[in-house]
């Protein structure tokens, strides 16, 4: 059983920056990212790795967004800048491990 624990989410002005951090619970994970879903839409993937060092995009938040993950494989960061009032949701930190495992959420909001 894998457990995710984020933080980071806030509110911030448009043009602003804010970091997510996501922690999982036990060994390392290969697939590990965020996904976000705003109200009234369905979730949808943000950024993640598919593999040990692959990266997917979603192509709305290419150049805007940096996703990191720690040297122990098991924290992936978010890094959030040029926001736009369009990225308020709630994300999702994402993992699979044989299973798929979701984090609780953390609120974004972009005010304009």
């Known amino acids: 059983q894998v457990q995710l624990v984020e933080s980071g989410g806030g509110l911030v002005q448009t043009g602003g920056s804010l970091r997510l951090s996501c922690a999982a619970s036990?060994?390392?994970?290969?697939?590990m990212g965020w996904y976000r879903q705003a109200p009234g839409k369905q979730r949808e993937l943000v950024a993640k790795f598919i593999s040990s060092s692959r990266i997917l995009y979603a192509d709305s938040v290419k150049g805007r967004f940096t996703i990191s993950r720690g040297n122990a494989k098991n924290t992936v960061y978010l890094q959030m800048s040029s926001l736009k009032p369009e990225d308020t949701a709630v994300y999702y930190c994402?993992?699979?491990?044989?299973?798929?495992?979701w984090g609780q959420g953390t609120q974004v909001t972009v005010s304009s």
């Open positions: 036990g060994s390392s994970i290969n697939i």
């Open positions: 994402h993992a699979f491990l044989g299973s798929e495992y």
